[in-house]
């Protein structure tokens, strides 16, 4: 089993930054590809980005590239989102999702998965 508490969300103005953090216990986190989906209100969760279990490779979804960041800290067992330039349609609950197999990840279909934090954007 792998626990994932995700948590810095928040409130913030259009424009603006927060980092998201996921951290990791249970098993081994260094074998684990990392990913970020979010789900808005009355929309299908959807994904944001991932990382590979060694960091080497990441993965975005087209309308955060160059405004957020996936990155990991594999002796801290923990993943980060950096989000910058923050717009009203990034308001969601964003969650930390992990999968050995980068193809589960990345479909969504995670093994394991966060409860969430809120990140609301206002304009």
């Known amino acids: 089993q792998v626990q994932l508490v995700e948590s810095g969300g928040g409130l913030v103005q259009a424009g603006g930054s927060l980092r998201l953090s996921c951290a990791a216990s249970?098993?081994?986190?260094?074998?684990?590809?990392m990913g970020w989906f979010r789900q808005a209100p009355g929309k299908e969760r959807e994904f944001v980005a991932w990382?590979?279990?060694?960091?080497?490779?990441?993965s975005y979804k087209d309308s955060v590239k160059g405004r957020f960041t996936i990155s990991r800290d594999n002796a801290k067992n923990t993943v980060y989102l950096q989000m910058n330039s923050l717009k009203p349609e990034d308001t969601a609950l964003y969650y930390c999702?992990?999968?050995?197999?980068?193809?589960?990840?990345?479909?969504?279909?995670?093994?394991?998965w966060g409860r969430g934090t809120q990140v609301t954007v206002s304009s």
């Open positions: 249970g098993r081994t986190f260094t074998f684990y590809h």
């Open positions: 999702a992990a999968d050995r197999a980068l193809l589960r990840l990345n479909a969504g279909r995670a093994d394991y």
């Open positions: 990382i590979t279990w060694s960091g080497n490779s990441t």
